[in-house]
């Protein structure tokens, strides 16, 4: 299987080469079919990729210990999901799993693309391969996932580095990666665009709503990592400014200033060289940030290590890149003129143009800080370090600049705002923001950048709502519906510009999150059993600790019985996990959250723990509106959702529903809305469901069969994370120990057993993973259906391949009708 | 146009130079020397009062935890492993800490410890300032 993968990775290089070089002859000779070869092998990039990504799942699958890769990263204790996603875990996975994406990305792009930007096409193929190749050629030569062991093959894998071992950290990695690949094809339009001299405004269309992706999956990815930092770490935060968290947020701030930047481009005709130095930036910073943590250029806690091949290459590749594209502005320069100037600075595009700087300047500096110790030693000799209070020194105040020009900014006019403009547009949000800053004083806030970020907060949410009801009310007038639905079609109307503004609305309640922080609590104190810690208004008594063991890892788990207002409303489990072969690590904090819109009770338990007089040390925090922070993100989420909706789907679905299915357009908005609020209370909800009992012993089994039975079944109360019946100590747990042992006691076989347990419980939803039905069975399909879709998909690609000529006459022409109807679409879209 | 271009120019010099003064001034507090213990010990005076990162060995039994508060921590740290060979220690310095330690700290385990030199020769720790350096948290160690 190891020969199959590295073939199919060699392959993959072999045919990203020809797709790059053919793709510019025939684009120079202005040949048509090879310009269609090289989309074809485009195509066949990412079915190889599809294919080579099947096999390294497969050998997760199969336990196949022979490629090291495999060895490193997994073993046969490791749950089926995380077999799955320790693709990713390491760092030759990961590499060839950012091909896999870029491959599948690329391919979509230049098919979306091919009738709309036929000019640019061929460049686009070619700049995609190049940077295929690059990472192709890392794995090849470097860095190969396959490689085997040569002599003695172990028996058994190192397993999973404990801390990933968490379903957040299963899909961030994927959503940041996806992320960065999708900043790789705004690139690849970008350079096309410079090579051919196309550099009117239309490309930047093309480039607009994949940006928006990547952007959206960028914030997802980042977002994903700071709720597992705030899972995991167990420190009581989400953002430390470790080095690699600061590598995804370089590209965040410059696709943020592109989205925006884009604007004044599309409306004025300005800014066109600094929108292409955007995305190239944007780019640039996401190989830029892959090269700090994976080359060990910058000590990180997260980083993969130290690697000086691979800085070297990575090195000659960015500087490949950087020469390159900017050689290519420079020398397109002259068509990249702007054809307005600014009026004032009291307008849109100025507010546009400071908050680019700003974002810029965030970029720069977080870049800097985080290269510091290397810089640093590099001239001085000295490694001196820059810790958190000297980022959030500089980003607090830049945060709160930033949030107040996301309020600013859509207010003002285009060109230029009148006095009367002004007074009209800020009178509202500025009283709101003083009753804002009134009403958190009283409350007890007196920590100015709390305080401030607050105010602002209430500030852009007035000028976001006013938005939204002056254009309701305009609406209203002269469709002469009620105002909510007023406010949809609206939305439905300019979704790029509502859109813009939930995505507003998002990030305030991202801010708000942020400005929670303030207020924080935290406390560590050690306890011996009954007595307690006060935190807040909360009171915790500490009720005494054991330790339980699963086959993976040995868990200890403290009991804290909590208190407020003299009234006990939870009990909380804090505990920590040391992993089999994993000894010698730290262990993992199991932290107990009790989520809460107000504020989140967060309890670790620390390594000073002594069962004999059962007497530990709690870590303890009061995190206020934390949970803010995710939430925002939903709504950010959903604006970005409403943004890039195609426009013909919208409009069809408006011109065929009648008033009043708008009006249920509203409702159902409202209860998706009500859903989307109700979520996080309704998870803190069941935490309470479950629970158990710390000085419940679980008796041991009486025969393997039943040791056997306990492993495959899972508790059933939707409290605990279906924990074993090894572990799991609640009550329901207890009850289906019970009626397992009665079963044993009856003498039942293993598959009698599951039937009857089936009968009781209608279902199989007892079982941890049905073994050989349900999900597992699916599971065991992915890499089958992935290698069989490569498969097809190489197929499809050599057939189309071998007598493209003849089906192209037909396709030409009604695609020339909707390519001139999607232009059309474009202008008119334009005009209001 | 030059006038323009001067007025441009002038803005962004001091735009630039503001910005420099206030990231000079605001690393001079900010940041922390990553020194090795032998490299602070040959001259303590000069490093004294500066906010450091050592890096160094737990003496092994050297730690020891007060009776009165058992998150008080007194315990040697020396420059070189504790299994380094020749049986050479490098300096030794106490340092005194007050708060959690990871589970990795134990005798003969490297640290690393934010915080300052105290004026009668030890080191004092900041909260949360032991930091139990692991092999690598992601890659396995060679030959395990």
Known sequence: MASLGSFLLLASFVVSAYAASVSVVGARRRSRRLIESGVGAFYMVAALMTAASAVMINAFLTDDYSIKYVSHYSDSVQPLFYKITSYWGGLDGSIMFWVFLLALFGAAAVYVNRERERELIPYVVTTISMVQMFFLYLMVVHKNPFSTFLTKVPADGSGLNPLLQNYWMAIHPPSLYTGFVGMTIPYAFCMAALITGNLDDSWIRAVRRWTMIGWLFLTFGLTLGMIWAYEVLGWGGYWGWDPVENAGLLPWFTATAFLHSVMVQERRSMLRVWNVSLVILTFFLTIFGTFMTRSGVVASVHAFGDDPMLARLFSIFMVAILTFSFGLVIYRLPLLKARNEFDSWMSREAAFLANNWILLFSAMFIGFATMFPTLSEAVTGTRLTVATPFFNKWMIPIGLILLFLTGVGPMLAWRKSTLSNLVDQFMWPTITAAATAGLVWTLGVRLWSSGLCFALCGFVTATIVQEFWRGGKVRRKNTGTDIFTAIIGLVGRNKRRYGGYIVHVGIVLIFLGFGGNGSKLEKTEQVQRGKTITIGDFTLRHDGVKVSDDGQRQMTTGTVSVFKDGKQIDTMYPGRSIFRKHENEEARSDVAIRRGLAEDLYIVLTPDVDFGTQTVSYQVFVNPLVDWIWLGFGVLAFGTGIALLPERAYSFAMAKLPVEAGAAATTVAMVLLLVLCGAPSASAQMTGAHQPNASLAIAPPKNALEDQLRREMGCTCGGCAHEPLTTCTCGQAQEMRDQLRAQIDQGKTHDQIIEAFVGIYGGQQFLQAPIDRGFNRVAWLLPYVLGATGIVAIGFAAVKWSHHDGAQQHEQAPALDADVSERIDDELRDLD | ?144
């Open chain 2, 1 to 144: 146009m030059t006038h323009r271009y001067i007025k441009i120019g002038a803005t962004v010099l001091v735009l630039a130079l503001a910005f420099a003064g206030m990231v000079w001034s605001t690393l001079r507090d900010g940041t922390e020397y990553y020194k090795n213990l032998d490299e602070v010990m040959t001259n303590p005076v000069e490093w004294r009062g500066k906010q450091l990162q050592l890096h160094g060995y737990v003496v092994p039994d050297s730690i020891y935890r007060s009776k009165t508060n058992a998150l008080e921590y007194r315990f040697k740290v020396q420059n070189n492993p504790a299994k380094g060979g020749a049986g050479e220690s490098g300096s030794i310095i106490n340092a005194s800490y007050t708060g959690i330690v990871p589970d990795t700290f134990k005798g003969e385990a490297e640290v690393v410890l934010k915080g300052q030199l105290t004026p009668d020769g030890g080191f004092h720790v900041d909260p949360n300032g032991v930091m139990a350096k692991c092999p690598s948290k992601y890659e396995p160690k060679s030959g395990a």
